[in-house]
Structure formats: structure tokens, C-alpha cells
């Protein structure tokens, strides 16, 4: 800086003023003073196993399930399927809704149950057969959600269907369709009979392999019945249920984040209905409950004109239902779905109306995601919980412009960059192995929201003796451009003298179609060949090409630079 020309002084004094000149040469002097950081090391020990690596991240759901056997919908669905060998869940809402299939924003119908003249039931499994059949030709299994309330059941039937658009409010989505049933043994009546027509038609085998649930979020206006009345409900579907087929396991309430009181408040009540409450369908002490379900949520800002993530709000949800299932002695060991589980609430609200959501088409939401799962391992671990799910409330919109912002995996048929961490995921099987790093984020520090203040760099990491697959990822909170972190990955006990490794990598050159949607100028009509390139661009890449390493005392260790936001998988075969 001292060989700055007078000239080019007098120049900058001109153009810039002293203020922002002197600004930027102690910026430049600043940079220069500075040491590179020191890389980030972390061992991790194939010898020494964590647990099973259960594939609870192979859950997805959406709102609208029409979209399920459209183009755009069945295409994503085998895509999800391929992910890797487990079988992957689905749940969808409005599997019972009153309507004529027309799929719209947080809308959907099966037209399953309607009445004649005289008030008699009248069953039509066309639709929600259609749904469940898209699923199983793929390998899927649903998860078998029973709502919502058909029109011609509820207490309050008008208005009933909705017309919600993003920048509406949001309350105008809870219509006729949320109210309790007019009469709970037609109610009851009703859900027999489709469990019986599912039996008949699939076979009870694998209608008992399917997760059945009841209703969704009934702590909001989800449920426009008091909390007593979800657990009538809950009752004469349970009893149902199980007349029909008693071998389902079948699980609720799907309350909000369990970090609101209020929704503790009443996951706490509906267990211990379950457990000592006097059940309305039968007079008998108790419920059956097979597993249980919450949701989990974070909650993105806009902060001095970027987003700011909020994984803090997400863990404490995740660590508070824990702790309220842990608390019963009968349920601790149940099996947990968590039905929910995403950086924010409205998958349907567009960056247009909602610019907290710009996080989503980007690397930002892959690195939250690859975090915030791999941490959930370690949450179950410390609170000794069943694990068994975890639902992305995450699917496809059909008809949209491109990367609107929409909280999904795909876009008119091309997949996004957190798409890739479920195939990464999906690589990782065997079991989860021992993973040390000395300058990692606790949990206590990331429920706090420390990643707002230095970046949360660690791995996850699995093997099944032949070969073994790192999970590395470099998230922060606040999406703001930072220098790429050295990172060394020690791998110890590695039995065999050398070998092949595998570098997949997420980040803005990598397994990211939207950076290519962007260089080709963000086009809104995308031409044929333009589609292939972002459906190519679209898919898991490798860094560079598979590489040997040699093992020294069972030793070997990777290096290499990962960027801000950026996520690794290193799949090592021997």
C-alpha cells in the first residue's frame, strides 16, 4: 500500500473522498495483516460405532396432494425413490377433503365421502386410490394421514373449499374442512371403511407397513374444535382403525414446535389422555397410541438487507417434544415421527411476498439441511428417543414460474440444490461412526443461534466395513459471501491399505441448478436444450475425479477447501 502512486492518491481523493478511500486501505491493510485460518480438523474414528444411520431424513410432504400424479409430481416422486435402497414415506394432506381434484395452493380433494339426499354415506376411493397407487408403483409407502373433515361430515361446512393465494392471509385457509365431524360414528363409520377398502385393495400386509396418523397441526386452526375434541376424535378413529385392522400403528396429535407453550401444552395433554384419559369411543382407561408426532420450525428474518437463518428456534422445538416424550415413562420408548420438520412454516409463500425466503433456491437451504438432520442424530441420542422420521414438508408446485421461492426440491420438473443432500444422505448407510472436532458448534451453542457468529463446520459420518461416507458441510446462519475454510478429515481405523474415494460436493458450481438458471439469464422460457442442461446441472456432481489414497497406520486424511454454504459427501470404497 505504501507504493500507491500521489497521482493515483489525488485520483482516488476525487472520485471517493478521503472517508471511503481511508476506509479501503484499512480494509486492504487489514486483509493483508491477517494469517490464513487455521483448517479445520476432524478425525473420525470408523472403530468406534454411534448407532444404526437410520434413515429417518427418507420423509417428504406437501399440502397438496393432486400434485402427486401430475407430470411434474411423478417425476420427483421417482427421483425421491431413487434416492437410495430404504423405502421412502410420504404424507400429504386432504387425503378425505370434499372436492373435485383440482389441485390449488394449500388445497387439495379426494371427493372420498359424500351423502345422498337422505343423509347416507356414500364412499369413493377413485382419487385417494390414484395417490396411494402413484406411491406404491414407485416403492413408496404413504403416510397415511386421516383428514381433512369432508363437507358433508362437518359441523360447520360453510364456507368450506378456499381460494388462498401467497399474500392473502393465511388464516383464510381454515375453512369447513377443519371442524369437528357433526356426527363421530359416521365419522367412525367412514374411516372403517377405507381402511377396509385399503385392505381389500393392497393387501394387509402392506397396509399395516404404512404409518396412519390423525389430522395435522390441531393445536392452530388446523382444528377448529377445542383440544378435548381432537381427543374424541382421535378416540373413535383409533377404535376404527384398529375394528378395521389391528395391526396399523397409528400415531398423533402433528402439533406445532413443541418450543411454543402452548403447543407443549397440548402434546403433553393428548399423551396423557392417551395414557390415563377416559376414552370417548369405548368408556375404557386409555388410548391406544403406536408412535407420536410434532413438528419442528425454524424461523428465517431479513436483518440490515440479508437473510438470517433461525436453526436455534428448529433444535429447541426437537429438544422440547423429546424431553415431553421422554417424560412418560409408557411412551418413551415409542416410536417418533417428526411430521414437520423445514427452516420455516409456508412452503407456499413465494420470496416475492416473502423475501425471509430467498434462502430457498440456493446452497443455503442444502447446508441448513445437511446440519440441522445430522445434528438431530446427536439430539436423539442425548435424550435416548425412538427416532423413527423426519418429514421435509418439501415436494413440487406444479405450473410456477422458475425458482419462484417456493419451499420445494424442484422446479418445473429441475431439482434443487437441497435435493442433493437427501441423494447424499441416501449414500450413507451401515452405522453412524464417531466423529470428532474440537472447534465444532455444541448443542446448547447452535439452540442458541450461535451460527449467526462463526460458521458451523462438522461432519456426520457412517460405514458398513467395506466402505465408509463423511458428510461435511459449512453452514451459517446469515447469508453473506466468506472466504472458502480449509478442512482435513482424518480418517482412523481404516483397515484396508488404500482407498477409492468419491467427492460430491454442493456449492455454487456443483449439483446447482440454480446458479445455471442465473448464468443463463434467469429465463422464464426455458428452451429445450436449456431444460437438459438445468436437469443435468440439477443432479448429485462430483467435485473431481475418484482419487486412490494410500492408509499409513490405518490412517488416511483428505484435504480440501469448502466453501460457505457449501456441503461435502467423501464416499470412500475399499
Not at 381460494?163 to 356426527?183: E, M, S
Amino acid at each position: 500500500m505504501k507504493k500507491l502512486s500521489s497521482t493515483l492518491r489525488t485520483l482516488c481523493r476525487t472520485l471517493l473522498g478521503w472517508s471511503t478511500l481511508t476506509s479501503m486501505l484499512a480494509s486492504a491493510s487489514t486483509v493483508q495483516a491477517q494469517a490464513p485460518a487455521a483448517p479445520v480438523s476432524i478425525q473420525v474414528d470408523l472403530a468406534k460405532p454411534k448407532g444404526p444411520m437410520y434413515p429417518m431424513w427418507a420423509y417428504f410432504g406437501y399440502d397438496e396432494p393432486n400434485y402427486t400424479y401430475m407430470k411434474d409430481g411423478q417425476k420427483l416422486l421417482t427421483e425421491l425413490a431413487a434416492l437410495s435402497p430404504t423405502t421412502v414415506y410420504v404424507r400429504a394432506h386432504n387425503l378425505l377433503t370434499t372436492g373435485d381434484g383440482t389441485p390449488a395452493l394449500k388445497w387439495g380433494s379426494t371427493n372420498a365421502y359424500t351423502e345422498d339426499k337422505k343423509g347416507r354415506p356414500i364412499y369413493n376411493w377413485k382419487i385417494v386410490d390414484q395417490i396411494f397407487d402413484t406411491y406404491l408403483a414407485r416403492g413408496m409407502k404413504p403416510i397415511a394421514q386421516i383428514g381433512f373433515m369432508p363437507e358433508a361430515l362437518s359441523s360447520h361446512p360453510t364456507p368450506y373449499r378456499h381460494y388462498w393465494k401467497p399474500g392473502k392471509p393465511y388464516d383464510d385457509i381454515y375453512t369447513g374442512w377443519a371442524y369437528p365431524p357433526k356426527d363421530y360414528k359416521k365419522w367412525s363409520e367412514l374411516v372403517y371403511q377405507w381402511v377396509k377398502h385399503c385392505v381389500a385393495r393392497y393387501g394387509e400386509a402392506e397396509v399395516k407397513s404404512w404409518p396412519w396418523e390423525l389430522w395435522n397441526e390441531p393445536n392452530i386452526g388446523y382444528w377448529k374444535g377445542t383440544p378435548e375434541e381432537y381427543s374424541k376424535l382421535f378416540d373413535y378413529t383409533e377404535e376404527a382403525v384398529h375394528r378395521a385392522c389391528p395391526g396399523i400403528q397409528l400415531g398423533g396429535p402433528e402439533t406445532t414446535g413443541p418450543g411454543w407453550d402452548k403447543a407443549a401444552t397440548f402434546l403433553k395433554n393428548f399423551l396423557q389422555h392417551c395414557a390415563t384419559g377416559t376414552n370417548y369411543a369405548t368408556g375404557k382407561t386409555g388410548t391406544r397410541l403406536d408412535f407420536i408426532t410434532f413438528h419442528a420450525k425454524g424461523g428465517p428474518k431479513v436483518v440490515d438487507g440479508h437473510v438470517r437463518m433461525n436453526m436455534g428456534t428448529q433444535l429447541k422445538d426437537l429438544t422440547e417434544g423429546f424431553k415431553i416424550v421422554a417424560s412418560f415413562p409408557q411412551y418413551k420408548n415409542l416410536p417418533i415421527i417428526i411430521g414437520e420438520n423445514d427452516p420455516e412454516g409456508c412452503a407456499a409463500c413465494s420470496v416475492d411476498l416473502s423475501p425471509e425466503n430467498a434462502y430457498r433456491n440456493g446452497t443455503m437451504y442444502s447446508s441448513y439441511t445437511a446440519s440441522a438432520y445430522s445434528h438431530l442424530y446427536e439430539l436423539a441420542d442425548e435424550y435416548k428417543v425412538n427416532l423413527l422420521g423426519v418429514v421435509s414438508w418439501s415436494f413440487e408446485f406444479e405450473n410456477q414460474p422458475w425458482f419462484a421461492g417456493f419451499r420445494d426440491l424442484a422446479t418445473n420438473g429441475v431439482d434443487k440444490p437441497v435435493l442433493n443432500v437427501f441423494r447424499m444422505m441416501g449414500l450413507m448407510g451401515g452405522q453412524r461412526v464417531a466423529v470428532s472436532n474440537a472447534s465444532a458448534l455444541t448443542l446448547p451453542e447452535l439452540r442458541e443461534g450461535m451460527q449467526s457468529q462463526r460458521a458451523d463446520i462438522s461432519a456426520l459420518a457412517s460405514t458398513n466395513g467395506r466402505s465408509a461416507n463423511v458428510l461435511v458441510w459449512n453452514y451459517h446462519n446469515d447469508d453473506l459471501p466468506a472466504a472458502a475454510s480449509e478442512v482435513e478429515i482424518e480418517l482412523q481405523n481404516l483397515t484396508a491399505p488404500q482407498a477409492l474415494v468419491q467427492h460430491y460436493r454442493i456449492d455454487g458450481e456443483h449439483s446447482n441448478s440454480y446458479t445455471t438458471w442465473q448464468k443463463m439469464g434467469s429465463p422464464q422460457n426455458v428452451s429445450a436444450a436449456q431444460r437438459t442442461e438445468l436437469e443435468q446441472a440439477g443432479q448429485l456432481a462430483l467435485l473431481d475425479s475418484p482419487t486412490w489414497v494410500k492408509t499409513k497406520d490405518n490412517k488416511t486424511t483428505l484435504r480440501f477447501k469448502l466453501p460457505r454454504q457449501g456441503v461435502s459427501l467423501l464416499h470412500l470404497t475399499w
